[in-house]
């Protein structure tokens, strides 16, 4: 009878509403009946997760909840890691436009949610998420394009870029050559131009690939 409440809730919040100041006190106590999910998820929880949780990112007053609402998808996650490819479909789909502070939280939950992944059933979603974050590097708002560029300092997203070199490799370093002789801001461009170094060296043999020096953040490692 709570979860039927709190589900009714959600989706007068998802479909008419959008505006619901007890969203985030909700979602404390639905993490909470999260929790103690048996294992197997049951097909009622999955059917919860795709058509509650997921939607609930489109909300335009998702920032006001968004850490609960992460809280509970990693949950979920910790339950069934197969559905953090549907969760990365539903990030991607529901990007924020115009709303940096919300591009910044989406940012850190995407890759929150990749590490969780199986890499070998990321392939049709790879064009699509790298798309989005050289589109995030390339932006004018100095955050997003920071947070985006973080990915890079990440050993799991870097074995994503490694096992789908021939199509990220052509996504990325046009662009990110392009943009690292004319970013605006210096520190940032530093950063750019070793992930640009980095990426040239290592277009033909990506597979030498481990870690990226982003502005003295992290150390170019290449297997000897």
Same mark, same amino acid.
């Given at each position: 009878?709570?979860?039927?409440?709190?589900?009714?809730?959600?989706?007068?919040?998802?479909?008419? /509403?959008?505006?619901? /100041?007890?969203?985030?006190?909700?979602?404390?106590?639905?993490?909470?009946?999260?929790?103690?999910?048996?294992?197997?998820?049951?097909?009622?929880?999955?059917?919860?997760?795709?058509?509650?949780?997921?939607?609930?990112?489109?909300?335009?007053?998702?920032?006001?909840?968004?850490?609960?609402?992460?809280?509970?998808?990693?949950?979920?996650?910790?339950?069934?890691?197969?559905?953090?490819?549907?969760?990365?479909?539903?990030?991607?789909?529901?990007?924020?436009?115009? /709303?940096s502070a919300k591009e910044v939280m989406f940012?850190?939950?995407?890759?929150?949610?990749?590490?969780?992944?199986?890499? /070998?059933?990321?392939?049709?979603?790879?064009?699509?998420?790298?798309?989005?974050?050289?589109?995030?590097?390339?932006?004018?708002?100095?955050?997003?394009?920071?947070?985006?560029?973080?990915?890079?300092?990440?050993?799991?997203?870097?074995?994503?870029?490694?096992?789908?070199?021939?199509?990220?490799?052509?996504?990325?370093?046009?662009?990110?050559?392009?943009?690292?002789?004319?970013?605006?801001?210096?520190?940032?461009?530093?950063?750019l131009n070793a992930l640009k170094t980095c990426?040239?060296?290592?277009?033909?043999?990506?597979?030498?690939?481990?870690?990226?020096?982003?502005?003295?953040?992290?150390?170019?490692?290449?297997?000897?």
């Amino acid at each position: 009878m709570i979860r039927k409440a709190i589900t009714d809730c959600f989706y007068t919040l998802i479909h008419e /509403n959008f505006k619901f /100041n007890g969203a985030a006190e909700l979602l404390d106590i639905l993490a909470s009946i999260i929790s103690g999910f048996a294992v197997p998820l049951r097909e009622e929880h999955v059917y919860f997760f795709k058509t509650v949780i997921i939607p609930l990112h489109k909300v335009q007053t998702c920032h006001l909840y968004h850490e609960q609402l992460l809280r509970c998808s990693m949950l979920f996650l910790s339950k069934d890691p197969s559905l953090a490819i549907p969760l990365v479909e539903g990030l991607l789909r529901y990007w924020p436009f115009a /709303n940096s502070a919300k591009e910044v939280m989406f940012l850190a939950e995407l890759l929150e949610v990749l590490e969780v992944c199986d890499i /070998n059933k990321l392939e049709p979603l790879v064009p699509k998420l790298f798309k989005r974050l050289i589109k995030c590097i390339a932006g004018p708002h100095l955050q997003v394009a920071d947070r985006a560029m973080c990915f890079f300092e990440n050993d799991y997203f870097l074995s994503i870029l490694k096992t789908y070199k021939m199509l990220t490799f052509p996504m990325l370093v046009p662009v990110i050559s392009h943009i690292a002789d004319t970013h605006w801001h210096k520190v940032l461009q530093e950063s750019l131009n070793a992930l640009k170094t980095c990426l040239l060296y290592t277009s033909d043999a990506a597979d030498d690939l481990l870690c990226v020096d982003l502005g003295g953040r992290r150390i170019i490692k290449k297997k000897k």
